[in-house]
């Protein structure tokens, strides 16, 4: 049972009645799976690793730069996180196909965050200190989430409410980017979409830039159109991972040749040269940050787990490799603990990076390695060519990134699935662009707690009837030519019965007695006498069970009814006897299947009679 | 469906298809139940109520002077909660039996919390303030429970933690009876049992007095042997519910005597005359208490309510009438409301005097508004009277009164049924003796959700087999003789399938795919070809248990396995049409029953063979 519950994928099995030197070897594969899966590589699966490489390296520079904006931070702190996290991952984690660096959401996220408690500008050192912080914290969560096989819990967040929460964000992303694509100065630094608006409104006479717009708006098109051209035809899905470098370099090139900076085109003016320094100096590990940092990392450590998880499944379930859910974060962990050390930021597995490393054809984790050595020569020869980059360009590729996250076919599909489904989804998407993105992460948890109370503190309760001519006893509602046994009324709790349904489950099945015995009154038929509860999809009961199952047959008794019972499974019945329960009611009151029961019980209402 | 989750009592069923006059009077007295049952009262209920009403008073004036104690508050806090608060009840109420009033564990609870914020004795005006504030949002927290339908929530502390924390609350509250019954002066203010064994022990040679101790004993034999008495046999029931009294008035009358305060015997010394004055002003509306108010109300609004519905639906099953556990809400909230406008702290149901009215044979809420007339007749005139009743004495009644609340019978149960709710049961004790009172009910509440949470994630899943000469498939670990379709996996899930579980319940059907498929290769014998999913527990399914459906199909494919579904409810049957899963599967792969599925399988396994 406790087995069942906390291991059911059996981590050990495969150190069972192994050597010393075996059981180290598989220790050390199953930390570092590079040495389980590098024995067989080969130059044909580095063919792909390197094209998909190459490709996801050219997509994630300019995003990097964009997204470390996201969270305030100087564009180099994007690249940095592409170079270390790839690298540890690679070693570590188990997904083949997961691309590994900032992303959107999650940048979002720790700038909106953290802006709340350290002003980013007026304060930068703070704040980065924070920033690696709150790092720190959200690799020692996922790493502590996954060594502590809890990492069930990240299923709490339902996929609708995911969906809500990442096109909510993806909208409020692509509404921050309206600052860099129309040139305004003075922005909000709310995140809802009222503030926003209040922001484009009043600087439409003064603090928009037409040169901005005309660069941002032509690469815009440019970018939304390779998009289109990608999905057209998978063929050329390197169009669209190609397309974001290709604007940079040649909007970059544009605004050096005209100047354009000198008419108010703002642009990126400074990138560190060099690979990451060292931050682990930087972390707070007192003072008053400490537990503003903790808190921060818990969050968005969850979020990026999350996400990274998410596109892990999917990729693994692609491809048919099994994916050790509570090993992968670790690995996740370890890598972000390694990174907050060493200038980064959170990263995790990027949605529309992983789909591309998938169409360019990758093998293993090795094209997160190329992609980090493409990041850092990048970061050691050609930053400073960055200088003259348009931010109009960096909103024009965020931009064109988030609207992948708005699955507008997925809420549909929710909203045809399941109503209450999509009133988390709908909650999640209002809480993020009216309010904020912590109000909407918030609306999103509690929707999907409420909805998992509910559906344990309401088990289901149905009537049963006798299908003519069988000894088969089905629901009633789904079954119309099943016909209730007169004098009996049987009824089957669909669920285990535990403290925090017992008395709910009791009541309901006094309310359907009772409705049962008006129906019949109105209807001069004979009234019920036994009561007969089919237990088998009652896997478990409770002390507090127990205490309802005793209440219902001392108010049956009061009644005149007799509470028969059938088909309890082994542990309950166990149970059962263990509470004196059985003494109780008495067994002979006890059956194998509703058959047995209704045979049994027929005879004596015609003896009643 | 909406429906049965929220209003599965139906309550306005009785105000159907009624005229306008009629609804009125129903509404009134659905408010106010004494309208209802007011109409059927004769003298002879009132007999009964008047003895088992005089019985309680007798029982709760010595309690409730010692009750405030624990509370922090001066004695006639204690009495003024006994005065309105019951008569609000008897007018709004629903049980017939309960007895209401300031309870042992709620007063130090309250007492526990609101010291840790304002000091009782420095600032004696603010803490009663405080007090008041607490009491007010207590009675807001139950009666919003109750109006929106939300009462369910108290289900979640689970029966097993509430016997933990209990017998662990009765055992704090005789520690620190230990200060009034040995007569100690520097008493500890935290209540485990280290600090309060730390504080006796450092006392013991010139803190203790003899006197106190000698009065405090002899009246503690007395009152246990009473309550021996009363258990013995069940007439003389009256005999423990008096001896309190008794014992207060006899010592009370030897040390006005001896003069014995005079050694040392501390006394109660001044009890205010005279009933409840209004408070309205003294709570806390705004400013920094408020929220401090808002929590501690909310908390002991909870374990107040907890307590007083327990009751109710124990003594509601013994005499077979329904309670309504929302409307019930609503009254005990508004009492407190009421309450905390005229000097009251928290009152609720005691475990104790309920037990003495049922038996003193009550019939109605009647005998709480005789109970308040004593006690208005108390405060009015006899208060003086208690000026030198020892503290000792209070002390014992206390002692004697909390022991009922320590149930070793009900802890054995729950280790002989359940060993992990054995576990949830001895952290809420052990986190009350050995830290505090609010640590022991953090213990129980996050046992019990970690329980829930388990329940939810961890869905059984079973393997049945065929019943030989029948068409009945059974888990075959609790029927030996049912045996596994050669070729086909058949695996039942006994849960609805969600985002908190269709992970692990896909996960968990590959892996028992997977231990299947070694097994039969070990054995030379023909691979799985049909993976069969019995679905009829399966209630329900939302859209991450689509997906995890789908990901599964993908899985088996890839292996050479095909899925076939069971029996799916209409809701479920419904939600695969809506989200194309049916087009995926195939309608071929949905069966009605096991039995048709693998009837249809095995001649296709036959033609591949």
Redesign the interface.
Same mark, same amino acid.
């Given at each position: 049972m406790m087995k069942?519950?906390f291991f059911?994928?059996?981590p050990l099995r495969d150190f069972k009645d192994q050597s010393r030197s075996r059981m180290f070897i598989l220790g050390l594969q199953s930390i570092f799976p590079i040495f389980q899966w590098g024995r067989d590589y080969n130059l044909t699966k580095f063919r792909g690793d390197f094209i998909a490489g190459l490709t996801i390296a050219s997509l994630c520079i300019p995003q990097d730069i964009g997204y470390s904006k996201l969270a305030n931070l100087s564009p180099q702190y994007g690249l940095y996180s592409s170079l270390v996290p790839p690298l540890i991952y690679a070693f570590m984690g188990s997904s083949r196909d997961i691309a590994i660096g900032p992303v959107a959401v999650v940048s979002l996220l720790l700038g909106s965050m953290l802006q709340d408690e350290i002003d980013p500008i007026e304060n930068a050192a703070d704040y980065r200190r924070l920033a690696f912080t709150a790092t720190f914290f959200a690799g020692i969560t996922q790493a502590a989430l996954g060594f502590l096989r809890l990492g069930?819990?990240i299923?709490?967040? $339902?996929?609708?409410a995911i969906v809500g929460f990442m096109g909510g964000a993806a909208i409020t992303i692509a509404l921050q980017q309206l600052k860099g694509f129309l040139g305004i100065k003075n922005f909000t630094k709310n995140s809802d979409i009222v503030s926003v608006m209040h922001s484009v409104w009043v600087s439409v006479h003064h603090g928009w830039n037409w040169q901005t717009i005309l660069i941002g708006a032509s690469f815009l098109v440019f970018l939304l159109f390779s998009k289109y051209i990608g999905k057209k035809n998978k063929k050329f899905f390197w169009v669209p991972a190609i397309a974001p470098l290709i604007s940079v370099v040649l909007s970059t090139f544009f605004v050096y040749i005209t100047r354009a900076d000198k008419e108010g085109v703002q642009i990126v003016k400074h990138i560190k040269k060099g690979i990451n320094p060292s931050s682990v100096n930087e972390i707070f590990f007192t003072g008053k940050y400490l537990g503003i940092g903790i808190k921060i990392g818990v969050v968005s450590g969850v979020i990026a787990l999350t996400e990274a998880i998410a596109i892990g499944?999917t990729f693994a379930?692609?491809k048919?490799y099994?994916l050790d859910?509570n090993r992968e974060m670790v690995a996740l962990g370890l890598m972000n603990v390694v990174g907050s050390m060493t200038s980064c930021y959170v990263a995790t597995g990027s949605f529309s990076r992983s789909a591309v490393n998938f169409m360019a054809g990758c093998q293993t984790a090795v094209s997160n390695i190329v992609m980090s050595c493409v990041v850092l020569l990048t970061l050691e020869l050609i930053t400073p060519l960055f200088k003259y980059t348009p931010n109009a360009i960096l909103a024009s590729i965020i931009i064109s990134a988030v609207i992948g996250l708005i699955d507008i076919e997925?809420a549909l599909?929710?909203w045809?699935?399941?109503k209450f489904?999509f009133v988390a989804c709908m909650g999640a998407f209002i809480g993020v662009v009216f309010a904020s993105v912590e109000m909407g992460l918030l609306i999103a948890v509690s929707i999907?707690f409420a909805?998992?109370?509910?559906?344990?503190?309401?088990p289901?309760t149905v009537i049963l009837g006798n299908i003519p001519r069988t000894t088969v006893y089905r629901?009633v509602q789904?079954y119309p030519k099943a016909t209730k046994v007169p004098g009996t009324l049987i009824v089957r709790v669909?669920?285990?019965i &535990?403290?925090?349904?017992?008395? &709910?489950v009791k009541?309901?099945i006094?309310?359907r007695l009772m409705d049962e015995e008006e129906e019949l009154k109105a209807n001069y038929l004979p009234r019920i006498q036994f009561l007969l509860i089919e237990m088998s999809?009652v896997?478990d009961i409770?002390?507090?069970g127990?205490?309802a199952l005793e209440?219902l047959y001392? $108010?049956l008794q009061?009644?005149g009814v007799q509470l028969v019972i059938a088909n309890p499974?082994?542990v309950v019945m166990d149970?059962l006897h263990?509470?004196k329960f059985t003494d109780l009611i008495s067994d002979n009151y006890i059956f194998l299947t509703v058959a047995d029961a209704v045979m049994t019980c027929a005879p004596k209402m015609l003896e009643e009679a």
């Open positions: 069942e519950t059911p994928d059996d069930f819990l299923d709490f967040l $339902s996929h609708a499944r379930s692609m048919d099994q859910g997925a599909l929710i045809k699935i399941d489904d999907s909805k998992i109370l509910l559906q344990v503190t309401r289901r629901n789904q669909d669920s285990a &535990y403290f925090s349904n017992s008395n &709910y009541e309901r006094l309310r999809p896997t409770d002390t507090s127990i205490h209440e001392r $108010s009061k009644r499974g082994p149970k263990a509470s």
